[in-house]
């Protein structure tokens, strides 16, 4: 008999007893397999510490801990209006943020479908798409033409190396994202060059990480911000760290910068355990890495941000249809072979299947795979589902624990965004959850941490930051490397 979680929501419970004695041990085994134990937690935790201080070290390890040059919090009185534009997945969103001074903000927005050949286009093409895309939006939101240079801040969620606010230098591309010519370049230039070309009177004064984003948004409604989180088609993190404990930038800074002072740091933590360490790495999560454009890379992203959910859910599913001729009899597989089919949203939609026939699951797979399924098949296809979800979100708040321990913070507001935290059934559960196997909080006591949803990072977060940023060099101060 397989055993669901104590804490699984009552639709969930049911019976396998309809389900082959085979089919049951290879479930069994994939229990086993995708099974993330609180020591196991506790142990990559331990070794999460290591790696974000190795970042920072000289030397530099798997994690970046890219400074953002993001050296003040916010207030919540910051003011005045700012362009933001955030490249994302599938879409360029272009926002206009006016900063009401009092913790609050109005937005006006456009979001702009990506072309399906972009993850693969020319720089050039990417650049002038986001120019012509700015352009059209500040004809639309300033019709009579704007009397001054508008501030731009650019959310680029990519690993960049930055020596100061406004440059961004690719070190390289993930979550399936492969231009040629942008890695080893700064991308600010190449995006200002093409907002040139447009001739919309614009000036790109910082480059953002959508975790750096997270954490300056949330903390300008929100004192008790304490980290800004994504877990989404990437995975990542960003907090303040303090200037004197970040080795790498010692005796590299002008004198503005106290030792004292916050710096933002884009951890990049998608690249936790390159080295495989401590990761409890399936045979799918290797087959995962190993055909990716960029193997060895992102490890820790790999296993569970929502661009490879689907497709750990589809080789474990090939697996037991081809290889182990378990399920599926006599179906065409064609469609199960196309890598990558199934997108995050096709998990998240069978655990979410409310009826006791999983007929909603039935749905998904004529739908999206032309394959028929029996009811066992389903049971089984669901908790192979939960047991990827679950992992997913026990390991993603290993970076949050992690970052806490490092800081000393026992208490505060993890402001998450992302499809997989605000889409994904049961994330937020499970994700509370693996926190407490972690620190262990007594069971009468309220979770002194929490996870909370983020304000806008992309928008009002690039805002601030703009707006930090035009006040540092109003006082003179530095935004970068000293030179
Ligand atoms: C990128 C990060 C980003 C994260 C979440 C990762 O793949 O490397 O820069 O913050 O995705 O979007």
Redesign the pocket.
Known sequence: MVHLGPKAPAHRKGTFTDVPDVLLAELKSLETQFTVSPDKLREIVAHFINELEKGLSVAGGNIPMIPGWVMDCPTGKEKGDYLAIDLGGTNLRVVLVRLGGNRDFDTTQSKYPLPGYMRTATSEQLWDFIADCLKKFVEEVYPEGCDSELPLGFTF???ASQNKINEGVLQRW??GWDINDVEGHDVVPMLQKAIKKVGVPIDVVALI???TGTLVASMYTDPETIMGL?F?????GAYYEIVKDIPKLQGKLSDDIAPDSPMAI?C?Y?AFDNELVVLPRTKYDVQIDLESPKPGQ?SF?KMNSGYYLGEILRLVLLELAEEKQLIFKGQDLTKLHQAYIMDTSFPARIEEDPFENLSEVYDVFMEVLSIETTVPERKVIRRVCELIGERSARLSVCGIAAICKKRGYTKGHCAAD?SVYNKYPDFKVRAAKALRDIFQWKDDEEDPITIVAAEDGSGVGAAVISALTEKRLKQGKSVGLAV
């Open positions: 969620s990519y690993p993930t979550k990480n959508d975790t994504i989404g088609t990437g995975v990542n884009n990049e998608g992102q992203e992302g």
